[in-house]
């Protein structure tokens, strides 16, 4: 197995690789602040740090035959801990106020509501609604991905990320919230018995034959005025080596789940699918995250 970097360790390998610009156009006031939402409080993140990591508007998840831009930020906030036995990969503790170990954002889905139903499946019932929908205009869907299941869950090897290796850097249980009108509140795909699970790298993916692999980078290191943190600038980590299931509980009673399925191409098999997480990540110790944090 490989051995993790700590924060530590990833400083001086940036030093090694020449990557340190000027440090001081990172210096700004507050610049803990983004970690926030960091479990402080618990022992483990105590010996080590915290991870911030923001996406850009070049991120995208594709199921099926539905791409969704994923233009407004997605945040993730975790604690982690160097794990002493194998796997040798970092153990993962979720932000104080759980449903902020990654925000809940809702995208837009292009083409809206027909673009992901197929009238031809509905029951009359459903059917009758879906037309008073579309003929209110209240036609717009937008796709929310939220961690399926706990952050422990969460697979982190910072090892493979700085190195760029083809191996999985982040790994995310995922489930996508479908919202609408016309598809109720519980419409989802994927859930936390059956979550969609990515597993993205800073290098190249190995999907199924036929399938073209792509890149991913881990971005431009850069290190605050006082060593205490390291960001990855134009970071991107990719996968699509995963399958995606069907659509659940969506309509009245679960009454639109064959219309969406048959338009939005679900279930998708492996290599079919994409997500590319583009953004910045930051990492810094507990000892000056404490120190300077203003909460």
């Given at each position: 197995?490989?051995?993790?970097?700590?924060?530590g360790?990833?400083?001086?390998?940036?030093?090694?690789?020449?990557?340190?610009?000027?440090?001081?156009?990172?210096?700004?006031?507050n610049?803990?602040?983004?970690?926030e939402?960091?479990?402080?409080?618990?022992?483990?993140?105590?010996e080590?740090?915290?991870?911030?990591?923001?996406?850009?508007?070049?991120?995208?998840?594709?199921?099926?035959?539905?791409?969704v831009?994923?233009?407004?930020?997605?945040?993730?906030?975790?604690?982690?801990?160097?794990?002493?036995?194998?796997?040798?990969?970092?153990?993962?503790?979720?932000?104080?106020?759980?449903?902020?170990?990654?925000?809940?954002?809702?995208?837009?889905?292009?083409?809206?509501?027909?673009?992901?139903?197929?009238?031809?499946?509905?029951?009359?019932?459903?059917?009758?609604?879906?037309?008073?929908?579309v003929?209110?205009?209240?036609?717009?869907?937008?796709?929310?991905?939220?961690?399926?299941?706990?952050?422990s869950?969460?697979?982190?090897?910072?090892?493979?990320?700085l190195?760029?290796?083809?191996?999985?850097?982040?790994?995310?249980?995922?489930?996508?919230?479908?919202?609408?009108?016309?598809?109720?509140?519980?419409?989802?795909?994927?859930?936390?018995?059956n979550?969609?699970?990515?597993?993205?790298?800073?290098?190249?993916?190995?999907?199924?034959?036929?399938?073209?692999?792509?890149?991913?980078?881990?971005?431009?290191?850069?290190?605050?005025?006082?060593?205490?943190?390291?960001?990855?600038?134009?970071?991107?980590?990719?996968?699509?080596?995963?399958?995606?299931?069907?659509?659940?509980?969506?309509?009245?009673?679960?009454?639109?789940?064959?219309?969406?399925?048959?338009k939005?191409?679900?279930?998708?098999?492996?290599?079919?699918n994409?997500?590319?997480?583009?953004?910045?990540?930051s990492?810094a110790?507990?000892?000056?995250?404490?120190?300077?944090?203003?909460?």
């Amino acid at each position: 197995m490989r051995h993790l970097r700590t924060l530590g360790l990833c400083l001086v390998a940036a030093f090694a690789l020449g990557l340190i610009g000027a440090a001081s156009a990172l210096a700004k006031p507050n610049e803990y602040q983004k970690f926030e939402e960091c479990p402080l409080a618990n022992p483990k993140v105590q010996e080590n740090g915290c991870i911030f990591a923001r996406s850009s508007s070049g991120s995208e998840f594709t199921a099926g035959n539905i791409k969704v831009p994923l233009l407004k930020p997605i945040d993730l906030n975790m604690g982690f801990h160097e794990k002493e036995v194998e796997p040798e990969v970092e153990e993962i503790i979720g932000a104080e106020y759980g449903n902020l170990t990654m925000t809940k954002v809702a995208q837009e889905v292009p083409g809206g509501l027909e673009a992901a139903v197929e009238p031809a499946l509905l029951s009359p019932a459903e059917l009758e609604r879906y037309h008073k929908i579309v003929e209110s205009g209240k036609t717009k869907v937008t796709a929310t991905v939220e961690l399926a299941g706990s952050p422990s869950a969460i697979y982190l090897d910072e090892a493979a990320f700085l190195s760029e290796e083809n191996v999985e850097a982040l790994g995310l249980p995922t489930q996508v919230k479908l919202s609408n009108p016309f598809l109720g509140n519980a419409c989802y795909v994927g859930s936390t018995t059956n979550p969609i699970i990515v597993h993205t790298t800073a290098g190249t993916t190995s999907p199924p034959e036929g399938i073209e692999p792509i890149k991913g980078r881990r971005g431009e290191i850069k290190v605050n005025n006082e060593g205490t943190i390291i960001h990855f600038i134009g970071a991107r980590l990719v996968d699509n080596t995963f399958p995606v299931p069907g659509v659940s509980n969506c309509g009245k009673s679960g009454g639109a789940d064959a219309a969406i399925d048959a338009k939005s191409g679900l279930p998708s098999p492996a290599g079919h699918n994409t997500v590319a997480l583009e953004g910045e990540l930051s990492q810094a110790g507990a000892g000056p995250i404490d120190e300077h944090l203003t909460r």
